[in-house]
């Protein structure tokens, strides 16, 4: 595919090409990842500015996103990526497997650092999700601080930078500058421009910023920091699309292929029906989201792997309001079992006091079927991200949905995010919605090319 970049993609580009140090602060969708990618190789291939690159990243995106997004564009071809991921073999292993770029969970910085030591030999760093570097006194930033000085060029990378108030910045821009513009120390960049918020006698429990310490910080990041308010100067369709790919686990791999194989061989290709369609895919869809159901209705857990990077989608987000569309209703049970324990404000979408409260700020997470709201609601006001935790072959139910966020008086840029499995069921529902076409059509001919391929492969 080709990459034919907005224009606030190219200043960006731009800005990586000749910053050493650069804080992309730029909302999810947006591109953050082709931006970095192309700026990566253009410092590697044309200036010869770089030799070894690391991007730390979330588990689920440091497993298949920057790969695929490599992959996917026909300028960034030459780039060698590798995931350094799995047991202290397996990443050591990578580390020693020729590429350009190496893409290592967050978990593992403090066993990179360890494993290296002096001999550091990445020049350029990223940080996808920068703000989870946030706290001064987390293991991975003390890690990442003690080998800056052997990285030429650092790039963070997040669409939230201070998700619980401006003290977020401090540990983010040390790592960017190593403490030249809001101090060397949290201490004193604290003193200097906030103030005990709530407290009792001996303790202070939170602070709030003096006035015009706003201001004041903006101005002394914004030359290092690419931007605070996009919005000022980002030209962008309204309704962005952002494809979030999951990678199975080996188990969870088996499981699947075992599933399809056993029953896409079960039925004759040319007697196939649209009914037996639908159920065939259904079961394969459930089982891309983590579940089945068995012949008495009971859930039957398969994997965690969907879960995993959905949890890591909402900490993107860090508390920016999302409505989340499932498909099935063990997907339900299973989304609200894994946020019991967030402090987010978490509905489940039934009647039109939660269209008020959402719609009121009162909600961070609104689970919704999409039968159950494509028509008549509006939820605009409530937020601008939607995420796709269960696809489904309906795209009139996908559009529908869609639009109870991209709707007239919707003031912020719609972003929607799908979490699609990769090498399974899911990317033909998405290939489906994306084609716009007829929905049995797609169906029976997506059916049909697994039965073609399983049947190849000799199973």
């Not at 989340?324 to 009647?351: M, P, T």
Request: one cysteine or more; hydrophobic letters at 40%; a neutral charge.
């Amino acid at each position: 595919m080709k990459f034919i970049p907005h224009a606030y993609q190219s200043y960006c580009i731009n800005r990586l090409l000749v910053d050493e140090a650069l804080g992309l602060f730029l909302d999810m969708g947006l591109g953050k990842t082709v931006i970095t990618l192309t700026g990566i190789n253009d410092l590697k291939y044309n200036r010869f500015a770089i030799s070894k690159v690391l991007v730390i990243a979330p588990k689920k995106v440091a497993e298949a996103t920057w790969a695929k997004e490599a992959a996917k564009w026909d300028h960034l071809k030459m780039l060698r990526v590798t995931a350094v991921l799995g047991s202290q073999a397996k990443r050591i292993r990578a580390l020693n497997t020729p590429a350009d770029i190496y893409v290592i969970n967050r978990e593992n910085v403090q066993w990179l650092v360890d494993y290296y030591r002096n001999s550091w030999p990445f020049d350029m760093v990223v940080v996808d999700e920068f703000s989870s570097f946030k706290n001064h006194q987390a293991k991975r930033f003390k890690s990442l601080s003690w080998v800056r000085k052997h990285i030429t060029r650092f790039v963070g990378l997040t669409g939230t930078p201070a998700p619980n108030g401006l003290l977020d910045l401090w540990a983010q821009v040390f790592l960017l500058d190593g403490g030249q513009r809001l101090g060397t120390k949290i201490s004193h960049f604290r003193e200097r421009y906030f103030e005990p918020d709530q407290r009792d006698r001996d303790h202070i429990f939170s602070y709030a910023p003096k006035p015009g310490a706003d201001d004041v910080i903006r101005q002394l990041i914004g030359d290092i920091c690419v931007s605070m308010k996009a919005e000022d100067y980002l030209e962008l369709p309204d309704i962005i699309y952002n494809t979030v790919p999951v990678v199975l686990d080996s188990k969870a791999n088996t499981a699947y292929e075992k599933l399809e194989r056993e029953m896409l061989l079960e039925i004759d290709e040319t007697t196939i029906d649209a009914g037996s369609a639908a159920v065939l895919t259904n079961k394969l869809l459930q089982l891309c989201n983590g579940a089945v159901y068995d012949e008495n209705r009971e859930i039957v857990e398969i994997h965690h792997c969907k879960l995993e990077a959905f949890l890591e989608l909402i900490e993107g987000l860090n508390g920016q309001p999302v409505l989340v569309f499932y498909n099935f209703q063990h997907d339900l049970l299973r989304i609200k079992k894994a946020l019991e324990k967030s402090k987010l404000k978490i509905r489940e979408l039934k009647g039109p006091q939660d269209e008020t409260d959402w719609n009121d700020r009162k909600i961070d997470i609104l689970l919704a079927h999409p039968a159950s709201c494509a028509y008549g609601l509006n939820l605009q006001k409530g937020g601008n991200h939607v995420i796709w935790f269960g696809l489904n072959w309906s795209l009139e139910l996908y559009q529908q949905a869609n639009k109870r966020l991209h709707r007239q008086g919707q003031t912020e840029k719609v972003i929607i995010h799908h979490l699609v499995v990769e090498g399974g069921v899911d990317e033909d529902v998405i290939t489906a919605l994306e084609d716009k076409g007829s929905t049995q059509d797609s169906l029976m001919n997506a059916l049909k090319a697994r039965i073609k391929k399983v049947s190849e492969n000799g199973a």
